[in-house]
């Protein structure tokens, strides 16, 4: 089986109809999708795609409106009343929308840029940002508690922040590294930490400022990702190092494939929707702090568990190429 053959066998099904096969063409892959991704925001981002592409606004354009959306989403979560607090929940579903139609718009029009994956990354941080600043503001206003002990919610959310970019970044890098077996390079967006210092140390400052000052957060960001993943890095130094040309065969493409796969529903755990629900079940509930709570606990569990099961496959297919299987 071709390259190309498997790529369409297991990214969508080829379905009768123009409009049709059009959408499924804008998703990254039926593997890595979300649940509620397929059945509510990817057609509705589907839609923003079509009718951007239309009018010909860019992605990146779509990126940074769903920024302000986002934030604005997070200043409703501030008021202890539930109905600002529900226009918020529609601001963040439509930011998130927007987030959905960025990456379908680019893959429909080819508009792919290091830049656009940067801004998508960090258009979710800036939604939480302004989310963990209401929700601390509001604590020391209406909790007793918290109104008495002020540093104890800002702790808190802090520690809940860092490790909310832990899982969202690990997340990504898997779902990356998922891609890049299932569709090839052209179909991933995994980099490489040395060929983004080499990019960086070709960059100077003057002149390239603000494009080296995000490729130098990018860089980091993928460091960190390395550094968490260590036998995902020997395996690609093992895959690097036994097929120079890059032509992975396809059976060790599909294998992998096999394996990883079940790890995907957790990296979709990890992501938008199901912080979504806990943190609109914690405002039902009048107790935001519980979505700190989520993420510090549930959360980093399901992390913990994530790396350790993805590094365990990637020690036996190092092991597999060693022992020259493929």
Not at 151 to 167: D, N, R, S
Not at 273 to 290: T, Y
């Amino acid at each position: 089986m071709s390259d190309q053959s498997s790529q369409n066998q297991h990214t969508a099904p080829q379905l009768a109809g123009k409009p049709r096969s059009a959408y499924l063409q804008s998703l990254k892959s039926l593997d890595t999708e979300e649940g509620i991704d397929l059945v509510f925001y990817r057609p509705i981002g589907y839609a923003w795609a079509c009718l951007a592409k239309r009018i010909g606004v860019t992605p990146n354009a779509i990126t940074i409106a769903s920024i302000f959306i986002g934030i604005g989403a997070g200043i409703a979560f501030y008021f202890p009343q539930m109905w600002i607090n529900v226009i918020g929940m529609l601001l963040l579903i439509w930011a998130n929308s927007f987030d959905s139609a960025d990456g379908q718009l680019a893959r429909m029009t080819k508009q792919y840029s290091r830049i656009g994956r940067i801004l998508d990354g960090l258009s979710g941080d800036f939604w939480f940002a302004a989310i963990y600043i209401a929700i601390c503001l509001r604590e020391n206003i209406t909790s007793d508690f918290f109104s008495q002990h002020h540093w104890v919610i800002w702790a808190i959310a802090v520690f809940a922040g860092i490790c909310h970019g832990k899982q969202a970044a690990m997340a990504d890098y898997y779902r990356q590294f998922h891609l890049f077996f299932l569709k090839g390079e052209e179909g991933s967006e995994l980099d490489t930490a040395s060929k983004l210092k080499q990019r960086l140390q070709e960059l100077s400052w003057s002149g390239n400022f603000w494009k080296k000052l995000t490729l130098t957060v990018y860089t980091n960001y993928t460091v960190q990702q390395e550094a968490t993943a260590p036998a995902m890095q020997k395996l690609r130094a093992a895959l690097a190092s036994r097929f120079p040309d890059g032509h992975i065969p396809q059976s060790f493409r599909d294998d992998f494939r096999k394996a990883s796969l079940p790890l995907m529903k957790y990296t979709n755990i990890l992501s938008f929707n199901w912080r979504c629900i806990a943190l609109f079940a914690s405002l039902f509930l009048q107790m935001p702090w519980l979505y700190f709570a989520f993420e510090i606990v549930i959360l980093n569990s399901l992390l913990v568990y994530m790396v350790l099961r993805h590094e365990s496959i990637c020690r036996r297919f190092t092991h597999e190429l060693a022992t020259s299987k493929y």
